[in-house]
C-alpha cells in the first residue's frame, strides 16, 4: 500500500496562487497514473488533473490554463500549481495513485471573493 501526504493548502484572495505537493512512500518511478482530485462541499469528488509516468497530462476543462500538474519522482513527490484561483476552486483537494488505488487525507483550499 502507498501512502500520500499532500501538503500546500490555505486560504487565498481570487486571483492568488497555490502550490499543493503530495509525497509518497515507495519507488514513485514505477507508479504509472497519479492525479490531483478535489471535492467541493455537497459536491462529488471530481478528478482535476493526470499525469502518467511517461509524461502524459490531462487537465479538467475548469482548470485548463491555470493549474499544471508535475511530478518528481527522485522526490516521490507530486505537484499542483494553481494561479488565478476563483472560488469555485475551493475544496478539499486529494493526492491518488491509480495503480493501488490510494488516497491522501485531503489538503483544504479556500479562495475568498
Known amino acids: 500500500q502507498v501512502q500520500l501526504v499532500e501538503s500546500g493548502g490555505g486560504l487565498v484572495q481570487a486571483g492568488g496562487s497555490l502550490r499543493l505537493s503530495c509525497t509518497a512512500s515507495g519507488n514513485m518511478f514505477s507508479f504509472n497514473v497519479m492525479d490531483w482530485y478535489r471535492q467541493a462541499p455537497g459536491k462529488q469528488r471530481e478528478l482535476v488533473a493526470r499525469?502518467?509516468?511517461?509524461?502524459?497530462?490531462t487537465y479538467a476543462d475548469s482548470v485548463k490554463g491555470r493549474f499544471t500538474i508535475s511530478r518528481d519522482s527522485a522526490k516521490n513527490t507530486l505537484f499542483l500549481q494553481m494561479n488565478n484561483l476563483n472560488p469555485e476552486d475551493t475544496a478539499i483537494y486529494y493526492c491518488?495513485?491509480?495503480?493501488?488505488?490510494?488516497w491522501g487525507q485531503g489538503t483544504q483550499v479556500t479562495v475568498s471573493s
Open positions: 491518488h495513485v491509480l495503480d493501488f488505488g490510494s
Open positions: 499525469i502518467t509516468r511517461i509524461g502524459y497530462i
